[in-house]
């Protein structure tokens, strides 16, 4: 079993950075799909952002162009560096792995974005 923790939330004016930080509890080298969500009040819980192995990275089409995922799997570390935030980017965030055909979720970070 892996245990994912997710770091790097906070509070940040509209405009600004944020890098979000998932280090895994063992090996991600052989993760089929690492993945980023996110869930604001009253909403489902939404893809933000994922890394397919063998296929292009996807993005949700409210962050293209201002999101970056990316993985470092010699420190087990999925990342999302999130750039010229919105308010509707409020949210908290949750990493996903999906390790052998099954699937595991961080307990999420809170990003909340002042306009």
């Known amino acids: 079993q892996v245990q994912l923790v997710e770091s790097g939330g906070g509070l940040v004016q509209a405009g600004g950075s944020l890098r979000l930080s998932c280090v895994a509890s063992?090996?991600?080298?052989?993760?089929?799909?690492v993945s980023w969500y996110r869930q604001a009040p009253g909403n489902e819980r939404e893809l933000v952002a994922r890394?397919?192995?063998?296929?292009?990275?996807k993005y949700a089409d409210s962050v293209n162009g201002r999101f970056t995922i990316s993985r470092d799997n010699a420190k087990n570390t999925v990342y999302l560096q999130m750039d010229s935030l919105k308010p509707e980017d409020t949210a908290v965030y949750y990493c996903?792995?999906?390790?052998?055909?099954?699937?595991?979720w961080g307990q999420g970070t809170q990003v909340t974005v002042s306009s």
């Open positions: 996903n792995v999906v390790l052998y055909g099954l699937g595991y």
């Open positions: 063992g090996s991600i080298f052989s993760a089929s799909a």
């Open positions: 890394i397919i192995r063998f296929q292009p990275t």
